[in-house]
T-cell receptor, first 116, second 112 residues
Framework: GAVVSQHPSWVICKSGTSVKIECRSL??????MFWYRQFPKQSLMLMAT?????????EQGVEKDKFLINHASLTLSTLTVTSAHPEDSSFYIC????????????FGPGTRLTVL | GENVEQHPSTLSVQEGDSAVIKCTYS??????FPWYKQELGKRPQLIID?????GEKKDQRIAVTLNKTAKHFSLHITETQPEDSAVYFC???????????FGQGTRLTINP
């Protein structure tokens, strides 16, 4: 099946700094990628839909100025958490759907963000 | 917007017995319903999915049923094994981009 990678797998940063997370589709082109956030023992919450070559679409309640999404190519989407605070500590997961395939979404391995 | 409700939140069954997890959704336009298994700290793993034009799908010990009229779908695991212990999520797709809305999750424990 299709493969999606994320980098880094974990990151620890100080409060007030920015962190960038990369999501790559390795063997297919993804015009659309999705970013989720998952707090401990909770479900995946969709944060935004990343569209190649255009602005991301954010879900209600997600601050677009805090969570910057850039989908500059058909294989790469980035999520930047700006001015991170401890409450932003979470598991961030991206996914992508192969437009040439089925409805299945392929998930990245996730990035564990800890803000001190 | 779409809302997906999942029950139960925890489920404990004896090894070899069956487990059933149920989900309801609110948007009648949803047309894709995947089920995921997630182990601690790992990505969700697709175990089975169903599209709205199908009422039932089976893959070995795992089956999913869909009732479009009632807007609910269920995961059935038969002959459970200890390695089936994990958190299971249902999801429903919405919109042209097929974004997914997830249920709250079910922690399944298989007792030897």
């Amino acid at each position: 099946g299709a493969v999606v990678s994320q980098h880094p797998s974990w990151v620890i940063c100080k409060s007030g700094t920015s962190v960038k997370i990369e999501c790559r589709s390795l063997d297919f082109q993804a015009t659309t990628m999705f970013w989720y956030r998952q707090f401990p023992k909770q479900s995946l919450m969709l944060m935004a839909t990343s569209n190649e070559g255009s602005k991301a679409t954010y879900e209600q309640g997600v601050e677009k100025d805090k969570f910057l999404i850039n989908h500059a190519s058909l294989t790469l989407s980035t999520l930047t958490v700006t001015s991170a605070h401890p409450e932003d500590s979470s598991f961030y997961i991206c996914s992508a759907r192969d437009p040439a395939g089925t409805y299945e979404q392929f998930f990245g391995p996730g990035t564990r963000l800890t803000v001190l | 917007g779409e809302n997906v409700e999942q029950h139960p939140s925890t489920l404990s069954v004896q090894e070899g017995d069956s487990a059933v997890i149920k989900c309801t959704y609110s948007d009648s336009a949803s047309n894709y319903f995947p089920w995921y298994k997630q182990e601690l700290g790992k990505r969700p793993q697709l175990i089975i999915d169903i599209r709205s034009n199908v009422g039932e799908k089976k893959d070995q010990r795992i089956a999913v049923t869909l009732n479009k009229t009632a807007k609910h779908f269920s995961l059935h695991i038969t002959e459970t094994q200890p390695e089936d212990s994990a958190v299971y999520f249902c999801a429903a797709s919405i919109g042209g981009a097929q974004k997914l809305v997830f249920g709250q999750g079910t922690r399944l424990t298989i007792n030897p």
